[in-house]
Structure formats: structure tokens, C-alpha cells
């Protein structure tokens, strides 16, 4: 059995990662706010410069719709330090594989508390990711998209349907079963839905 001093050099390992992660998450926050304000100017500029007529309200609206989707998109970036052009490109994915978006980002805010918790203490998803041949800790050391992907592959892979539900449940929660569209892309699917995203200008770039 693990000594109380074990223990204590365990969690702070882990600490310690933790705290470059965050530090790493803080750095590229600097240059996604200014990607993110970037693009709201570049809306407002947009609305500022059309002569009023009829179709002024219809345009106001759109331009407020896409500023809210992209606080949106930044806010949950920040919660789970994933990219903007990263998480623009799960979404994207999510939306063509019929996925609430809702479902995708608290699917991934739940993973990232998952992993936390078996890489420290072990437990049913610790389990559950043993069948799929993951490890919490490699997954932990992966930014949190990274970590999605290959839980991913993994998943696709397995045939039995059933199978397939009760471990992404275990791993994602209440989301895991209305993710399993998206999940069952695979590592393979999910890059070329990223790719598809760059291409239609849908994933915004974090610098």
C-alpha cells in the first residue's frame, strides 16, 4: 500500500503538469483574444459600412448571431484549453454528424475532469480506458482535443454497439451516448472534418 510521502510525490507530479498546462493554456489565451476581437472589429466594420435600407435589420442580426457563436466558441476554448481553430473544427465535425454542439462541449469538459480523476485515482474510467488501450496519464499529458481523438479511434473500433455506448458513457458522461455519431468518425474522420473546416473557413485561427 502507497505511504502518505508516496502519495504527496504522485500528487504533485501530477501538479506540476497540471500547472504547465495551464501555463501553456494561458500563453495561447493571449493571442485568441486578439484573434477573437480581430474578428468581432472585423464584423463590426461590416455592419458599419452598409447604407440603411430594409435589409439593415436582417444583416444587424447575422452579425450579432456570428459575434455571439464566436464569445462562444472562445469562452469554451478557455474552459477547456483546446485552440479556437481546434475546437472550430470538432464543431464542425459535431454539426455534420448531427451533434449538438451543447452535447460536444460538455462532453469534452467532462472527459478532461475523467482523465483528471483516473490518472490520479484510478476508478471506472480508468477501466474503461484500460479495454480501449488508453492510458489517463498519456491522455492528460495531450491537449484535451488531442486526448478526444484518440479516445475517438479507439471507440470507432469497437463493434459491439453496446460496448461502444457503455464506455463512451463512462468516459463522457450524460453526453457520451449523443456523441457517438461523432465518435464514431475515428481519428481518420475527425482530421478530415477539420480539413473540410479550414477549407469553408470555418475554423478560426488562433494567432
Known sequence: MATIASLNVILAAHTAAFEKGIGKANRSLGTMERAVAGAKTALFGLAAGFT???????FTNTVSDAIARIDDLANVAQQTGIGTKALGSLRHAADMADVEIAA????????????????????????????????????????????????????????????RARIAQE?????????????????????????????????????
Open 104 to 163: 460536444l462541449d460538455g462532453g469534452l469538459l467532462k472527459l478532461a475532469r475523467n482523465l483528471s480523476t483516473a490518472a490520479l485515482k484510478g476508478g471506472s474510467v480508468k477501466a474503461a480506458l484500460d479495454e480501449l488501450g488508453l492510458s489517463a496519464k498519456t491522455l492528460t499529458a495531450m491537449s484535451l482535443d488531442k486526448a478526444f481523438a484518440e479516445v475517438s479511434d479507439k471507440i470507432a473500433s469497437i463493434e459491439d454497439p453496446m460496448k
Open 52 to 58: 440603411i435600407t430594409r435589409g439593415v435589420s436582417l
Open 171 to 207: 468516459l463522457f458522461g450524460k453526453a457520451g451516448m449523443g456523441l457517438l455519431n461523432v465518435l464514431t468518425l475515428g481519428k481518420g474522420g475527425l482530421e478530415a472534418m477539420a480539413q473540410e473546416a479550414e477549407r469553408l473557413g470555418l475554423a478560426m485561427d488562433d494567432d
